[in-house]
């Protein structure tokens, strides 16, 4: 008989990030399809997991487990990696499931390896098929999809960001058990944090759109030359006014390399595509790209694609855009910032 051990980390201030919420509700949907299977592990590391764990206490799970401290309130991969391993010996489970946080995603490919375990990554779908689970996995930047199962036990399952709808249900009151662990000496301290104002970040993982600008915004215009600050200008009033995530094509960002004027605020983390990202918004518009396959690889999982190019017959055009608008991306831009302006 299967058994079932959700893992999650808290935040900075104690709740719980969306990515741990969606796989929550991934693990709850594979619990119930594993026939004959007993309720749900939780099982929470932080400096206080209480709070967290009575955000949770509507899901229906069975028992909760938490290993907390001030050591583990920060993300190391010494201390992170003992107190999971000790949820995984307090639970014994076949079946762990994760969200595919930068902090699980360095630890617990070390823990499986002390349990003995396997483990995957960026997990895109869970089924059960006659009472084994089986696991959907995207291979060669999101061109090939793979169903794949696993007899060993334990099995890690690090879950993708987006890719499962997160759980909402009603707080209460959990009961949870402490896990004694003996977690090992740091050699190093956190005395801090230091980011950038909200702001000032121009990718947001969250926003329901991503902007794509391409390399066009660079070119020549119909005045025969490049409008680079204006571009600038325009681009930035947009993302800012729509609260959008902002991405790039590659040869945008490319052309730094090879002298050209770029975009300041764009470099190679923006990057979207075949050697990019692969984001989740629920809308995407594309601005000046020609919507080859190597871009549009990154948007696979975009609901709604939108595109601006003055080429007609652009790969956008080709069917991989549910609407492609014929127009200069400067006029239709300044255009949406006017009305944003207004509204």
């Not at 026939?35 to 949770?56: F, M, N, R």
């Not at 003992?82 to 994760?98: C, I």
């Not at 699980?104 to 089924?127: E, H, K, M, N, Y």
């Not at 790969?315 to 608008?325: P, S």
């Amino acid at each position: 008989m299967e058994t079932v051990l959700y893992l999650t980390h808290t935040e900075s201030d104690g709740s719980l990030g969306k990515p741990a919420l969606e796989a929550l509700s991934a693990a709850l949907q594979l619990a119930q399809d594993l026939d004959g299977a007993p309720p749900l592990t939780i099982g929470l590391i932080g400096g206080e997991v209480q709070a967290a764990a009575d955000t949770l206490a509507g899901c229906g799970a069975g028992r909760f487990l938490g290993v907390a401290g001030a050591e583990l309130a920060v993300s190391r991969y010494s201390s992170d990696a003992a107190a999971v391993a000790a949820l995984v010996e307090a639970a014994q489970p076949t079946l762990v499931v994760a969200a595919a946080t930068s902090r699980f995603s360095r630890a617990l490919p070390g823990v499986c390896q002390r349990v003995g375990g396997r483990i995957d990554t960026q997990v895109t779908g869970l089924q059960v098929v006659d009472t084994e689970p089986r696991i959907e996995r995207w291979y060669y930047r999101q061109r090939m999809a793979a169903t794949l199962t696993r007899s060993h036990r334990p099995w890690f399952l690090l879950l993708a960001g987006g890719a499962f709808p997160a759980w909402e249900g009603e707080a209460g009151t959990a009961e949870v058990e402490a896990v004694p662990v003996e977690l090992p000496e740091t050699r190093t301290r956190v005395v801090g944090t230091q980011s950038a104002s909200a702001d000032a970040h121009t990718i947001r993982p969250e926003a329901d759109l991503l902007f794509v600008a391409g390399a066009g915004w660079t070119k020549k215009q119909v005045d025969g030359q490049p409008h680079v600050t204006e571009a600038e200008q325009c681009i930035r009033e947009f993302v800012d006014a729509a609260q959008a995530s902002l991405g790039s094509s590659k040869s945008l960002v490319d052309q730094g390399g090879e002298g050209q004027q770029v975009l300041s605020f764009m470099s190679h983390l923006h990057q979207v595509g075949q050697t990019g990202t692969t984001p989740r918004h629920r809308k995407g518009l594309a601005t000046c790209c020609h919507g080859e396959e190597p871009h549009v690889v990154g948007w696979r999982f975009i609901t709604e694609r939108r595109a601006i190019n003055l080429d007609a017959g652009c790969g956008w055009g080709q069917g991989k855009a549910d609407v492609l608008y014929v127009a200069d991306a400067f006029d239709v831009m300044t255009k949406v910032n006017e009305l944003l302006g207004e509204s």
